[in-house]
């Protein structure tokens, strides 16, 4: 279809198979939920995990096999598909995963892995996380793997190391993390297997303590080493007095943590975590907390996909069901009036978390009242979800009928939670408030992802956008102070970093219909700015993409190949627009929806356009023109310190949401 015929008929069919796909997939429960596709050190992790149990997998052939469908021609595995080159971590603990399976070191995968491994240097640069596991099987010394002193679950909140200073996902995998840095289990390969094949120069000669790369002394990161050594010396001497009473309040703090479906924190690494120090510590897989974390592996967390089968790294069902139900309203479906979406939406009602989490250690004086990401997270409910959840909210209670008063019941404790998270700088953060003590990514633990929660411009501007549509406009002190944030968070060019999206297409596509939502004049130069950005970074066929190499060369921002949710976020930013938006650029990306739409309804998106950590250990923003940074990053494009996420349902629901908004402007512009 050239881009100058389409017409708002042509939307509106797009719309109808979109919605009529969506229909089809609906759970009879009432919820959507797509896969969260990521790298293959989740399945490689369980597959240690069962071999430490002597528990094989649920499907366990099947996981294999998906694990060997992934390897790349070159004998590596990949951080995010199409990535510039593999990914030494997750190549090493595949390679780990299948040696401890039974694979001989002279199989052909593993032939390819290992050379592959030893031509990238060999282990020297491997992260923390996968020296832990190479410790666990006894190729590691445990005393050159950064030490977790179960200690630390004692240090009072005034303590910069207190695990709630930690981000979310840090602090829940550091509790049980700390079980079993204190106790250093081995369960050797089979045969007492050291792997010596990925040693060349031999064992005795290699080097296993972290590079050292502070060049100056008396430094944090100089201290923390010199700590850490100090520490394993003091253990080793059993010199760590009243050491059982902290490991008894870790697994105490672990049990009280467990989620109601099994896992912890609603993401994979406490979840392992806690389930290898549990087992550790004499609960065998009978017991009630174990035999439930071991049963959640045969339930929505895994999947069966071309001969294989994957284990999540995290439920998105609530986040994918509030946005699919916002789409839809964006398209004039009767949310409420419908029977299948009415359902989806009382589902959702459902899932408000009414009780008290982590988050309440930051901000004592706030009720609950916000969403959580996974359906089983109760105790880190998120304020992205929750600003999404209002969005969707505010839009349909006019037309909710019954369901209103309810609605608004949820809608209060919703927006009150939401000002009580909002940091000092006037942003907000995913999970904590004012979650950026950066002593804490100084720490040797800390050389992988991010361990820190600070304010982003995707967060802020999504509780922004829920805030306009609720009433609150760019007068009201908490608006204009976040109004602020956004303004210092621009880049140079006009975009917004994007940090739980691929990236900046991600973060200026929902910081402009967030500034018109809470009625700024968008004909302000900052913000035509942003269009402006967004036009030129179009793509020749209509659509917009970004690799998620964005993370760490600027020669890829903005750029990358098509897909429908990059395109879609970037159409939501140009819509924005109230006087005079680009036809040309409009028109252009919606002709590539509607005409790479799928005859079934939805659309093909096979990159990731999600992101989990960019790999900067702080969390937040980087100058990528930095000669500096780039030369201290321990990671390139391939993101080997980052985790990005394909999550299935953004290729569907963000599409209709686009479309949908562009047939609400047909009657006042040409399309």
């Known amino acids: 279809m050239d881009a100058a015929e389409l017409q708002t008929d042509d939307i509106s069919q797009a719309i109808a198979a979109a919605i009529g796909w969506l229909d089809r997939e609906q759970s009879p429960d009432g919820y959507w939920a797509g896969a969260a596709e990521t790298n293959v050190a989740m399945e490689a992790e369980w597959l240690l995990t069962s071999h430490f149990l002597g528990q094989p997998l649920p499907g366990e052939n099947l996981v294999i096999a998906g694990i060997l469908n992934r390897q790349r021609p070159d004998g590596a595995w990949e951080v995010y598909p199409a990535a ?20 001989a070191k002279d199989h052909p995968a593993m032939l390819k892995a290992r050379d592959w491994i030893i031509a990238e240097g060999g282990l020297r640069n491997i992260r923390v996380f996968t020296r832990y596991w190479l410790a666990m099987i006894g190729v590691w010394p445990w005393a050159a793997a950064p030490n977790l002193p179960p200690e630390i679950i004692r240090l009072p909140f005034s303590i910069p190391l207190n695990i709630y200073h930690f981000a979310q996902w840090a602090r829940a995998t550091i509790v049980p993390l700390c079980v079993v840095s204190a106790r250093q289990p081995v369960w050797p390969l089979p045969g007492n297997d050291l792997l010596e094949e990925l040693f060349p120069q031999g064992r005795e000669n290699f080097d296993f303590f972290l590079p050292n790369k502070i060049a100056k002394r008396f430094s944090l990161e100089w201290a923390f080493e010199h700590l850490d050594r100090a520490l394993h010396w003091v253990q080793r001497k059993n010199l760590m007095p009243g050491r059982e009473n902290a490991i008894k309040l870790c697994l105490e703090w672990l049990i009280k943590h467990q989620d109601w479906d099994g896992a912890w924190g609603g ?40 001969g294989g089968r994957f284990i999540q790294a995290t439920d998105s069902v609530v986040w994918d069901t509030m946005i699919t139900l916002l789409a839809q309203a964006e398209t004039g479906r009767d949310i409420a009036g419908t029977p299948s979406t009415r359902k989806a939406l009382e589902w959702l009602l459902d899932a408000q978390v009414l009780v008290d989490g982590d988050w309440s250690k930051h901000t004592t004086n706030t009720k609950p009242g916000g969403w959580a990401f996974e ?26 009928g019954d369901l209103r008063p309810r609605i608004e019941t949820a809608i209060t404790p919703a927006v009150q939670w939401l000002l ?56 009201h002190p908490a608006v204009a102070h976040a109004l602020q944030f956004l303004r210092d968070e621009q880049e140079q060019d006009g975009s917004w970093f994007g940090r739980w999206g691929v990236n900046y297409v991600y973060g200026t596509g929902a910081v402009l219909p967030a500034l018109r939502a809470v ?32 993370y760490m060369s600027a020669a890829w921002r903005g750029k990358g190949n098509s897909t429908p949710s990059q395109t879609a976020w970037a159409l939501l930013g140009l819509m924005a627009q109230d006087e005079a938006p680009d036809t040309a650029a409009l ?46 990053m321990p990671q390139g494009e391939e993101l080997s310190r980052g985790f990005m996420i394909g999550y299935n349902l953004y290729r569907h629901y963000f599409p209709l949401m686009a479309l949908g908004r562009a047939r609400g402007l047909s009657g006042r512009q040409s399309l």
Not at 278 to 286: I, K, S, V
């Open 84 to 103: 510039p080159k593999g990914d030494l971590n997750g190549t090493v603990e595949a390679y780990a995963a299948l040696r401890a399976k039974g694979f």
């Open 267 to 306: 993401i994979q690494p406490p979840w392992i975590y806690s389930v290898i120090a549990l087992f550790n510590e004499g609960y065998d897989l009978q017991h009630p907390v174990l035999q439930k974390a071991w049963s959640a592996l045969d339930s929505h967390w895994s999947y069966e996909r071309n």
């Open 375 to 400: 359906r089983a997270n109760l105790r880190y409910p998120d304020v992205d979800d929750t600003a999404v959840c209002l969005t969707l909210l505010a839009n349909i209670r006019e037309d909710a």
């Open 420 to 475: 009580g998270m909002q940091c000092k700088n006037g942003g907000w953060g995913a999970f904590d408030k004012d979650n950026d003590k950066e002593i804490i990514s100084k720490i040797p633990f800390c050389n992988f992802g991010e361990a820190l929660d600070p304010p982003s411009a995707d967060v802020t501007s999504h509780v922004l956008e829920a805030f306009g549509a609720l009433g609150l406009k760019n007068t």
């Open 519 to 550: 009625g700024e004049d968008m004909t302000q130069p900052w913000i035509v700015s942003a269009a402006a950005w967004l036009k030129a970074h179009q793509n020749a066929d209509g659509g917009w993409g970004e690799s998620c190499a964005s």
């Open 587 to 632: 028109t252009r990306g919606l002709a590539h929806l509607t005409s790479t739409q799928r005859q079934d309804g939805t659309w093909n998106e096979p990159y990731f356009t999600g992101t989990g950590f960019p790999g900067y250990g702080a969390g937040s923003r980087v100058d990528l023109n930095d000669p500096a940074f780039i030369a201290g």
